[in-house]
């Protein structure tokens, strides 16, 4: 696959060679049969949806008897699955003018072509870009390449839109890959999905989608932040995709074929009313038929109908023709078709009917097409087969429920959207389809440090693992959504309230260490959710929770779609439904952040502020988010949430400090505990401090116990490099969460926090004494290991007061003043907050 994918990437010796091999095939091709024309293919196609007729076929189209007579090897059916001949199967068809998928077929058995105007897109603005000297496009502007990819697309491949309409489409393609090269993520048009529209919708043949590549790459080469990385993932996602549609592409139209040609063959012709039928033309016929008398039972049967059924003519005779079909079912509908066909008001009446052998096993698959003729003094039936089990095979194995990824064997995309289709068509109004996605961003690293077959051995055992995770959910679906994406379709209300327990099992399941040849691997995924509207479609709920998967840039956001309003019901499917919404209320700009004072307890002067977020809905309300955050973090939603929020505090920060100097407030934000373990956290408290010129004191950084230290009780290396940028940290939930205090020596720590569960025993009540020598203890320890302790959750003066008999240094909560806009907390700088 990979070198499929680098044959189109100019420079490279596989690009060199394809085109090498293509002048040698355009030899080739002068000496070839001429393609037949676009008149010829379009009476091919009306002749079948005609209904078959061989005395009105074209020449060159074989009979009944050649035609789909011989079944696919070893029973099953061969198709075009491979990226290079679909590819060269769309370009063949491109050429000789196939119908398109807009085709409209009229019942005379005429097609017409839906056709769009495309003006002279070359030329807009007047900007040819093309030097024709080196084949390589100018480095120009974005809209510039626009217009220049509009008219390198248009001039191999048909194209079914306006120039507006085209440049319309091209201006969100090329914005997507810009952002995506550039490392700040495409939105909802990430290039494999652009890829795909290419082949699929956009009918690009590979001489366009050729051209399209050496006019991108020169200019992708030129955006600000594009890395030779970002480059080659962006450029293998756009051709792989583009391969990806293409396959798609030609199952389409070959299922579109088999179902057409299907349906004509479903009622073979019968001979015109008042013809002779004696017992003679009826054996003669290479059809299957018999005659039936007006009861259903069989007078006569052809060596035809002999040979498929197993069973000589008199064995035949006298049996009702449904004691030879196989289901219940079949023989209501023959019932059905032998009392419409004795009304006469139609010609003939069709059915399908499995038959069954002299065995007892099914023989066949059959179209029978039933006429009454008023021949004799009771009548009788005219009935003739026609064996459609192989074009029933095809058609069946070209549905999208049979594709299937080849290394997992679970449901591919294609499958996985037609089964997320289906469940959307056949929901109940208020029924809840839910969706989990898991993607694993480290397989890629994986293959180029151990290849492709380990990969695959990983990507076999995560899938058993996803599998094993769900399968005690009643009405769930797991696919492979691409090489690095699994999908969990759930469509069970009871699965989906309980969908954070899930999620959880998933996470924990899915990161544990493998042992693949003797090396032990972990990977993370990241993970999201997303609920389906009533109104949404399959690909749009795909689109919309791929769009979140790069909110957060590279490493990855949860799936979401936009959720319908409901009714205030369960909590804990209200906290569901608000965990999916989370990304998007992000990237709307509804999350928000305030500030808590933190207050020194001998003065009550405010020294600092802790940030926490605040999330506006759409209706009015106010909530905190702050529960929903550690949530998504405790059960492994991946968010863009601690790098938006460092940026956005240490601006503040950055601010109080230009407008107030010395008495500016050192700023406190939250890690969640996932995030706190992973190495990128340096980089983004770099990058933010750096981008707002703040000095790193005035920054710290609280987290628990568990993100701090390892598993053997060591601090965590890259919290070491931290300490390196003077940035101070604090120690979240002492007395709560911490269990191996003989650690606390180990790390260089700023503060500890005594939580509000302890500080409630701070006001002096008799039955509190334990908790209150807990707390003093703990107090205790926290000024001999660090500079300051902070009591969090103060709501009394008496509190207060304790808190600053035991020693602690700062204070905060609800008495001091709960979450505070920016100014408010700006006007209290430099007072006291005193009782």
Known sequence: ????????????????????????????????PARTSVAEQDAVLAWIFAGGDAAHAPAGVPGDDEAGATPPPGGEVVRAVDAVEAADAIDTAGTAGTIDTADTVHSVGTVEHSVGTVDAIGTVNGVGLVDTTTGIADTVGFADTVAEWARTMSANSYLAMTSDELEDELTRFADALAREVSGRGPGEWPAQRIGRELALRLRLTPQSFQDVLELIIPWLETRRGATAGRRSKVIAALAGGFADGARDRVLDEQLRITSAAWAAARRPPLPPPGARLDEAVLDRSPQPGCALAADGTVTHANPALCALLGRPADALVGTHLGDHVVAEGDRAALAAALAEASTGEEPAAGVELALVGAAGAPVARVSAA????????????????????VLRAWQRALLPGNDHDEVTMLPDQRNFLHRVQSHLDDARPGTTIGLCALRFR???????????????KVVTTLAARVVAAVAEMPATTVGRLDRDTFGVLLTDPHSWHGVTGTLRRLVDWLSEPMCIDGQELAL?????????RGDTDAVELLARAGFSLHVGGDRGTPWQAVLPRRAHGDPDEDRVRLLAALPRALE?????????????LRDGVVVGAEASAQWHHPDGRVRPADDLVALADEIGLTLPWVPWMLRTVVRQAARWRKALGKAAPRVTVNVPRRFARNGDLVVHVRAALEEAVLPASQLMLSMPESAVVDEHGDPRSHLLDLGGLSVPLALDGLGTEFSRYDTLPKLTLQTVVIPPQLTASLDGSSQEQCRQAVAANLIRIGNELTHEVTVKGITTAAQRDNARRLSAKLGQGL???????PQKIQDLLGGVIAV
Request: no cysteine; net charge positive; hydrophobic share 50%.
């Open 815 to 821: 008495f001091f003043g709960g979450p505070l806009a």
């Open 442 to 456: 480290d397989l890629n690293t994986i293959t180029r440090a151990l290849g492709p077959g380990v990969r695959n």
């Open 524 to 532: 993370a995924p990241a993970v999201g959710v997303a609920e389906a």
């Open 588 to 600: 709307d700009g509804e999350i928000t952040i305030a500030y808590t004072p933190i207050v020194r």
């Open 370 to 389: 039933v006429e009454w003729r008023a021949d004799g003094p009771a009548g009788r039936f005219l009935v003739l087969l026609h064996d459609t089990t």
């Open 1 to 32: 696959m990979w070198q499929r994918i680098v044959q189109w990437v100019p420079g490279t010796a596989a690009f060199a060679r394809r085109r090498a091999a293509a002048e040698k095939l355009a030899l080739l091709a002068a000496a070839r």
